[in-house]
């Protein structure tokens, strides 16, 4: 079993960067690909990005590409999601999930964090 934990969440102006961590627990841990998505109030939770348990492939929701980036070490159980140039509409919860595929839909994830809150000012 796999926990995961998110942090970095904050508020920030339109334009700025924050930088999301997902910790997790389980010896397991770089076995999983790893996604980040994100819901927004009053939306369906959607797929943000991707990245393969041997960090050899990434993949982008279309609307965060070029903009946000997904890393992990796996030495350290943690998974980034490096964010720039955010808009007001990169406002919502962003949740880190565990799986065995880097796949960009939500049910190839079994193991959920709690999610943390950013917020986008213009």
């Known amino acids: 079993q796999v926990q995961l934990v998110e942090s970095g969440g904050g508020s920030v102006q339109a334009g700025g960067s924050l930088r999301l961590s997902c910790a997790a627990s389980g010896r397991t841990f770089s076995s999983y690909a790893i996604g980040w998505f994100r819901q927004a109030p009053g939306k369906e939770r959607e797929f943000a990005a991707t990245?393969?348990?041997?960090?050899?492939?990434?993949h982008y929701a279309d609307s965060v590409k070029g903009r946000f980036t997904i890393s992990r070490d796996n030495a350290k159980n943690t998974v980034y999601l490096q964010m720039n140039s955010l808009k007001p509409e990169d406002t919502a919860v962003y949740y880190c999930?565990?799986?065995?595929?880097?796949?960009?839909?939500?049910?190839?994830?079994?193991?959920w964090g709690q999610g943390t809150q950013v917020t986008v000012s213009s």
């Open positions: 990245i393969s348990w041997s960090e050899s492939s990434t």
């Open positions: 999930a565990a799986g065995s595929l880097a796949a960009d839909y939500r049910g190839s994830y079994k193991y």
